[in-house]
């Protein structure tokens, strides 16, 4: 059974770096092919994904969002992170790390964790 959990602090000063790490189980981040992405929820808005790390190590970044974004992977940990630089409120919502085939748009079926609320303020 394939399993995802989010980690990472839920509240962030601004201007400074949200870092949330997921660790996957029972499966390998190296192997298959598949988008292991990193998706959020601002409150009252739909969910926008952020970017991707493929079994490689190579990434993909949502346009809107590539220049503040880095995605790493620790392969010995089967972990995958998320590194958003220079936050503003905007960047709150609930964060998920998440599974699926293809590139993701609404209705892409995904396998993600429960998500982890992230809150950017002072």
């Known amino acids: 059974q394939v399993q995802l959990q989010e980690s990472g602090p839920g509240l962030v000063k601004p201007s400074q770096t949200l870092s949330l790490t997921c660790t996957v189980s029972?499966?390998?981040?190296?192997?298959?092919?598949?988008?292991w992405s990193w998706i959020r929820q601002p409150p009252g808005k739909e969910l926008e994904w952020i970017g991707a790390?493929?079994?490689?190590?190579?990434?993909a970044y949502a346009p809107s969002l590539k220049s503040r974004t880095t995605i790493s992977r620790q392969t010995s940990k089967n972990q995958f992170s998320l590194h958003l630089n220079s936050v503003t409120p905007e960047d709150t919502g609930v964060y998920y790390c998440?599974?699926?085939?293809?590139?993701?748009?609404?209705?892409?079926?995904?396998?993600r964790g429960q998500g982890t609320q992230v809150t950017v303020s002072s």
């Open positions: 029972g499966t390998w981040i190296t192997s298959g092919h598949y988008y």
């Open positions: 998440a599974r699926h085939i293809g590139a993701y748009e609404p209705g892409t079926s995904l396998l």
């Open positions: 790390i493929f079994n490689d190590g190579s990434t």
